[in-house]
């Protein structure tokens, strides 16, 4: 059933369900170098691990994206039956990558791949079963490639990432300033409004306040141009999360991925 609010639910059956299963490793490092890893993430309050570069990026989107309530890495096991004319009612098991719940969604299943020309053996046959799977669920099913957005999106959503954590001299007074001053100055530079709080306060405190609330959505820059002490700021207009947004999901990841095929 398709919701347009989560905030409501206590997620305590969402974690018991959805807990990831396959583990993070290197098995297959030999036949394809992959990079592994993981952090602490602000939305789970848990570790999130990644099996790619490609995941790592997709889920810094999701945790600076303040549409997404929740996400679950390898939530679920797909079953594949297995092909064969000697072996019947055989299958095996496929994991895709995560589970998105958004902000007037239904839930999405994610597969992230490198690109549309990683395919493997069994994709069709993946995308098929996980699309069923979904549709009897209810919930929405799409291949992702996180790659394709342009490498300064990709650098500013690494960048903004960093900016997420919460330091102590962030104080809700400081918070408040920084967005009323804003208010009556937009579209005004992050360092232009950093100087402004001169002698009360460094410039060197207030920018990556200004950064953790771009980061947080609270302010909103142009992810498009590399996000530094020039980048013009505003009050945050966008309901539906960072404009990032509009190249991963619905019509927007569409036009994009189109636009992307006719230049090559």
Known sequence: MEQSHWSDKTWIEEDKLFQPKRRVDNKISWQRPHLIGGFRSRKMKRRVEYHSLNECFFYYYLELDKSTIRYYVQPIEVSIPVIS??????SWKHVP????????SKPLLYQIKESPEDVGGSFNQCNKRCELLASNLGWNYDVIYPKNLPDIVLRNINYLHGNLRERRHY??????????????DQ???VGELARSFYP???P?????????LIA???IEVNVFEEVGSHSLIRISSDTNGHPIGRLLFGEGKTKYENESALKQ
Request: a positive charge; aromatic letters at 8%.
């Open 85 to 90: 004319a000697v072996e019947s009612n055989k």
């Open 200 to 202: 009360k306060h460094h």
């Open 216 to 218: 947080v959505g609270k």
């Open 171 to 184: 104080t809700e007074d400081l918070i408040n300033d920084v967005l009323f001053k804003l208010r009556f």
């Open 97 to 104: 990558d995560v589970l998105v719940f958004r902000n007037g």
């Open 187 to 189: 579209p005004i530079t």
């Open 204 to 212: 060197n405190d207030v920018k990556p306040l200004i950064y953790h």
